[in-house]
């Protein structure tokens, strides 16, 4: 079993939604700050929300109003709610440690913004 593992993507047209999840093993998520990062076709992955483990969250400017980072600690599990999608949102969505990620990673959810 996986310990990072990604779901919820699918197309979507532009200015619709769509809810992230991520199962995280429990030994990583209770010592960890946790974060959501995205790799677009030819780009370089990049963290786009974080979420300490007290709550506190930031995020990447282009995604600031739009998407929201959340933990639920008894399920070991963090979200990213994304709203009025952009077709540049395109990419493939990874869950890991923020700020500075792990040396694996999950196999991702692909989200395709799209009309």
């Known amino acids: 079993q996986g310990q990072l593992v990604e779901s919820g993507g699918g197309l979507v047209q532009p200015g619709g939604s769509l809810r992230l999840s991520c199962a995280v093993s429990r030994s990583i998520f209770i010592i960890n700050d946790m974060g959501w990062y995205r790799q677009a076709p030819g780009e370089e992955r990049e963290l786009v929300a974080m979420i300490t483990r007290g709550g506190r969250t930031n995020y990447e400017d282009s995604v600031k109003g739009r998407f929201t980072i959340s933990r639920d600690n008894a399920k070991s599990a963090v979200y990213l709610q994304m709203n009025s999608l952009k077709t540049e949102d395109t990419a493939v969505y990874y869950c890991?440690?923020?700020?500075?990620?792990?040396?694996?990673w999950g196999k991702g959810t692909l989200v395709t913004v799209s009309s």
């Open positions: 890991n440690t923020g700020p500075r990620a792990m040396n694996f």
